[in-house]
């Protein structure tokens, strides 16, 4: 089945640092790849959605500057969390797509805290 | 934008019991319907998934059902184990390159 990677899994970093999450896709090529933000006991919210070779796509309300998205190839999108604060903790969760299909895969997820 | 509502947010069966988990939508070009299974601290697990052409779908002790006239579909889970216990999502989605709009989630705990 398809398989997609999150690297790192936890992460701990002090305030005002900037974290660079990676999403692979390890056995298909995925066009679009999408970020979620899921807080504790909540639903997952999406982010932005991550398109191979254009500008990622954000939600209302996700700063496009704190949160720099990058899809440079059909297996790699990262998402860069500039100047980190404690706010910005949370389970940071990407998905990828079959382009044939509407299926979208998770990755393991990254669990960030900022102290 | 789309809406997903998901009731109830709790739920406590007794083991062998059913469960039924229902969610609404808004968008009328939704077509996309995937459920999705998480334990605590992992990722979400595709279960089940229908698509708008079809009204149910059964897979084993999973089934889903939908109602495209009403904006509704529901999750059905028979005979369930202890091991069915965790946090399920439901969400609507559409072409390849739409995101998924989730449910709030339910929280099924299947007590032995």
């Known amino acids: 089945g398809a398989v997609v990677s999150q690297h790192p899994s936890r992460v701990i970093c002090k305030s005002g640092t900037s974290v660079k999450i990676e999403c692979r896709s390890l056995d298909f090529q995925a066009t679009t790849m999408f970020w979620y933000r899921q807080f504790p006991k909540q639903s997952l919210m999406l982010m932005a959605t991550?398109?191979?070779?254009?500008?990622?796509?954000?939600e209302q309300g996700v700063e496009k500057d704190k949160f720099l998205i990058n899809h440079a190839s059909l297996t790699l999108s990262t998402l860069t969390v500039t100047s980190a604060h404690p706010e910005d903790s949370s389970f940071y969760i990407c998905?990828?797509?079959?382009?044939?299909?509407?299926?979208?895969?998770f990755g393991p997820g990254t669990r960030l805290t900022v102290l | 934008g789309e809406n997903v509502e998901q009731h109830p947010s709790t739920l406590s069966v007794q083991e062998g019991d059913s469960a039924v988990i229902k969610c609404t939508y808004s968008?009328?070009?939704?077509?996309?319907f995937p459920w999705y299974k998480q334990e605590l601290g992992k990722r979400p697990q595709l279960i089940i998934d229908?698509?708008?052409?079809?009204g149910e779908k059964k897979d084993q002790r999973i089934a889903v059902t939908l109602n495209k006239t009403a904006k509704h579909f529901s999750l059905h889970i028979t005979e369930t184990q202890p091991e069915d216990s965790a946090v399920y999502f439901c969400?609507?989605?559409?072409?390849?390159?739409?995101?998924?709009?989730f449910g709030s989630g339910t929280r099924l705990q299947v007590q032995p």
């Open positions: 991550s398109n191979e070779g254009s500008k990622a796509t954000y």
């Open positions: 968008d009328s070009a939704s077509n996309y």
């Open positions: 998905s990828a797509s079959l382009a044939a299909t509407d299926t979208q895969y």
């Open positions: 229908i698509r708008s052409n079809v």
């Open positions: 969400a609507s989605g559409g072409t390849g390159r739409r995101a998924l709009t």
